[in-house]
């Protein structure tokens, strides 16, 4: 069970956007009203809230902003059993499209990893579609924590600060679940004026007990750094294994590649890789550039190191592992697509722009590549049909730019989220001889009618092998 709250003043113009989303998802949601003189308390109670108004003291606008969020906090609490969670947002926050949907199974997975927190990506918008991002502003950067989960024999309490106390107690942000559901600060969305005083009150708060004076003075900024707010997400994802130089020079040129891509202008993008034995990238991954890791730990090996790739069928285990953990995250967080990118891979910039431009539920880029030295022909990351049984003629159209469709595909391929459901995943089908997750993925998406696709016309480079360095 979830419950909800909000912390309001004057808010009747925009509370009523947070508090519809709360009541989606929520057994309960409370609104604590501080002393508001004009129609938050009706506009909240025709909602369906629970209300509870505050007449006198004006604790937000006096410096006691910690006994307004405790009282909310315990008030949520009073409808709480043991493992319920507690959703608190303000008047001025709401969720990103239909993000807040996915809050009840996030709760859940929390729950389920032992979490007692659950955290996503806060946005300070400066004008309706613009959010600041600068080295005082980058809370969507990091992650805020928005839900905690309840325990009746511990004691919590907000800190007692004046000004920036949190909505929950200090002791439920421990074990942490990272979300990437955005949620959308329209609190500085204002004049200069306002801007103004309000950054003298809150200096006036705070004394530099949190933040510095000149964090505060920033609000006046007459050029802050503004990025657009887009709609749709697109998560950027492949499992990494590295265990000598070449493959970590490697993987450094494809980190390069994927911040050089030319980024579409209706999509966030972000990236997530799975370290799989790899501790040492860790030191690599740009917090800054959107990215995130997760770590995969086991006995596995992998060896690159002869005339091809070694595969054994503990590592296919993992890789199915590691990417049905992306698909289930990018599904719960709300993205639109996964661009599966191998670590082996640099691709050209405009890669990601020209697959979305194609409008495809799934396509792939195409490269070329000698899957043993002995070779004398490189061979596509794609087939007609079966294993890998490629038409002659398919073959031959795939040497010239276009977009075509495929049998199967993989390594380079963006895919639509919406694609995957109970039976469109990585894991092996029963009694199916094929050897690769991207196989049997191909034939799960084919049998539940989706159609597969190759483009031909940015083909990246792929360091198989050291000598491709």
Same mark, same amino acid.
Request: a negative charge.
């Given at each position: 069970?979830?419950?909800?709250g909000?912390?309001?003043?004057?808010?009747?113009?925009?509370i009523? =956007?947070?508090?519809?989303?709360?009541?989606?998802?929520?057994?309960? %949601?409370?609104?604590?009203?501080?002393? @508001?003189?004009?129609?938050? /308390?009706?506009?909240?109670k025709?909602?369906?809230?629970?209300?509870?108004?505050?007449?006198?003291?004006?604790d937000?606008?006096?410096?006691?902003?910690?006994?307004?969020?405790?009282?909310?906090?315990?008030?949520?609490?009073?409808?709480?059993r043991?493992?319920?969670?507690?959703?608190?947002?303000?008047?001025?926050?709401y969720?990103?499209?239909?993000?807040?949907?996915?809050?009840? #199974?996030?709760?859940?997975?929390?729950?389920?990893?032992?979490?007692?927190?659950?955290?996503?990506r806060?946005?300070?918008?400066?004008?309706?579609?613009e959010? =600041?991002?600068?080295?005082?502003w980058?809370a969507?950067?990091?992650?805020?924590?928005?839900?905690? =989960?309840?325990?009746?024999?511990?004691?919590?309490?907000?800190?007692?600060?004046p000004?920036?106390c949190? @909505?929950?107690p200090v002791?439920?942000?421990?074990?942490?679940?990272?979300?990437d559901?955005?949620?959308?600060?329209t609190?500085?969305v204002?004049?200069?004026?306002k801007? *103004?005083?309000?950054?003298?009150?809150?200096?006036?708060?705070?004394g530099?007990?949190?933040? *510095?004076d000149?964090?505060?003075?920033?609000?006046?900024?007459?050029?802050?750094?503004?990025?657009?707010?887009?709609?749709?997400?697109?998560?950027?994802?492949a499992? /990494?294994?590295v265990d000598?130089?070449?493959?970590?020079?490697?993987?450094?040129?494809?980190?390069?590649?994927?911040?050089?891509?030319?980024?579409p202008?209706?999509y966030?993008?972000? +990236?997530? #890789?799975c370290?799989?034995?790899?501790?040492?990238?860790?030191d690599?991954?740009?917090?800054?550039?959107?990215?995130?890791?997760?770590a995969?730990?086991?006995d596995?090996?992998y060896?690159?190191?002869?005339?091809?790739?070694?595969?054994?069928?503990?590592n296919?285990?993992?890789? %199915?592992q590691?990417?049905?953990?992306?698909?289930e995250?990018?599904?719960?967080?709300?993205?639109?697509?996964?661009?599966?990118v191998?670590?082996?891979?640099v691709?050209?910039?405009?890669t990601l722009?020209?697959?979305?431009?194609?409008?495809k539920?799934?396509?792939?880029?195409?490269?070329?590549?000698?899957?043993?030295?002995?070779?004398?022909?490189?061979?596509?990351?794609?087939? @007609?049909?079966?294993h890998?049984?490629i038409?002659?003629?398919?073959?031959?159209a795939?040497?010239t730019s276009? %977009?075509?469709?495929?049998?199967?595909?993989?390594?380079?391929?963006?895919i639509?989220t919406? %694609?995957?459901n109970?039976?469109?995943?990585y894991?092996?089908i029963?009694?199916?001889?094929?050897?690769?997750?991207? =196989?049997?993925?191909?034939?799960?998406?084919?049998?539940n009618? +989706?159609?597969?696709?190759?483009?031909?016309?940015?083909?990246? *480079?792929?360091?198989? +092998?050291?000598?491709?360095?």
């Open positions: 069970m979830i419950i909800g909000i912390l309001a003043h004057n808010e009747e113009q925009r009523q =956007r947070p508090l519809k989303q709360l009541l989606e998802i929520c057994e309960t %949601v409370i609104v604590l009203d501080d002393c @508001s003189k004009d129609n938050t /308390v009706s506009v909240c025709d909602l369906g809230a629970t209300v509870i108004s505050k007449h006198e003291g004006d937000f606008k006096n410096g006691r902003e910690y006994a307004l969020r405790n009282q909310l906090y315990w008030s949520c609490a009073s409808h709480c043991t493992d319920d969670w507690i959703i608190i947002i303000d008047a001025d926050q969720f990103m499209n239909e993000e807040h949907k996915n809050l009840p #199974f996030l709760t859940y997975k929390a729950q389920l990893a032992g979490a007692d927190n659950l955290n996503i806060l946005y300070d918008m400066w004008n309706d579609t959010y =600041r991002e600068d080295e005082f980058n969507h950067l990091m992650f805020y924590p928005i839900a905690s =989960r309840y325990n009746a024999e511990k004691q919590y309490q907000i800190p007692s600060e000004i920036h949190g @909505s929950l002791e439920t942000n421990t074990v942490k679940y990272m979300t559901i955005r949620l959308i600060h609190g500085w204002m004049s200069d004026e801007k *103004k005083i309000k950054s003298e009150e809150y200096k006036k708060k705070d530099g007990k949190i933040l *510095k000149e964090h505060y003075d920033s609000i006046c900024d007459k050029e802050p750094n503004l990025k657009t707010l887009k709609k749709g997400k697109i998560l950027i994802s499992p /990494v294994f000598n130089d070449w493959k970590l020079e490697a993987f450094k040129r494809y980190l390069k590649s994927l911040r050089e891509l030319d980024l202008d209706d966030e993008v972000r +990236r997530m #890789f370290l799989h034995n790899s501790p040492d990238l860790v690599l991954i740009d917090f800054k550039e959107m990215e995130q890791y997760v995969f730990e086991d596995c090996e060896n690159c190191e002869g005339e091809t790739h070694e595969w054994k069928q503990k296919l285990q993992a890789l %199915v590691m990417k049905n953990f992306v698909v995250y990018a599904k719960a967080n709300g993205y639109d697509y996964i661009f599966w191998d670590a082996d891979l691709l050209q910039k405009q722009t020209n697959l979305l431009s194609k409008e539920d799934i396509i792939a880029e195409c490269f070329w590549t000698k899957w043993k030295d002995a070779d004398e022909d490189a061979n596509p990351n794609c087939w @007609s049909y079966d890998y049984t038409i002659k003629e398919e073959l031959e795939w040497k276009g %977009v075509y469709e495929v049998g199967g595909t993989g390594a380079c391929i963006l639509k919406e %694609v995957y109970r039976n469109v995943h894991g092996n029963p009694r199916l001889s094929m050897w690769g997750e991207d =196989r049997h993925f191909c034939v799960r998406a084919i049998c009618g +989706r159609r597969v696709w190759l483009c031909t016309e940015n083909p990246p *480079k792929h360091l198989y +092998r050291k000598s491709e360095l």
